[in-house]
């Protein structure tokens, strides 16, 4: 089992920055394994914002984060990153970290989420 628990959401006026953090504990992650970021606004589906190997050789964004948004990790600390600059209220949702340990597509473990609220 892996237990992963987000932090790091809130309140910010757009244009503004913000750092998510998504700490893994339990089982300990392949280098394979691939660490998600997703997101869920209300009314709308959960949809994919970024991803990176555990072994940090590959990272992927969603088009309408590309260039705002940076995923890093730090395996010493087994916690995933997501830098937001250039905050938009489309950015506004739920924010969910996820992870596909075999990296078959899937993601297996999900943490609770953290609210990310844009005002414009």
């Known amino acids: 089992q892996v237990q992963l628990a987000e932090s790091g959401g809130g309140l910010v006026q757009a244009g503004g920055s913000l750092r998510l953090s998504c700490a893994a504990s339990?089982?300990?992650?392949?280098?394979?394994?691939?660490v998600g970021w997703l997101r869920q606004a209300p009314g709308k589906e959960r949809e994919f914002v970024a991803a990176?190997?555990?072994?940090?050789?590959?990272?992927s964004y969603a088009n309408s984060v590309k260039g705002r948004f940076t995923i890093s990790r730090d395996n010493a600390k087994n916690t995933v990153y997501l830098q937001m600059n250039s905050l938009k209220p489309e950015d506004t949702a739920v924010y969910y970290c996820?992870?596909?340990?075999?990296?078959?597509?899937?993601?297996?473990?999900w943490g609770q989420g953290t609210q990310v609220t844009v005002s414009s």
């Open positions: 996820a992870v596909d340990r075999n990296n078959w597509g899937r993601y297996d473990y």
């Open positions: 339990g089982r300990t992650l392949s280098p394979y394994a691939v």
């Open positions: 990176i190997r555990w072994s940090g050789d590959s990272v």
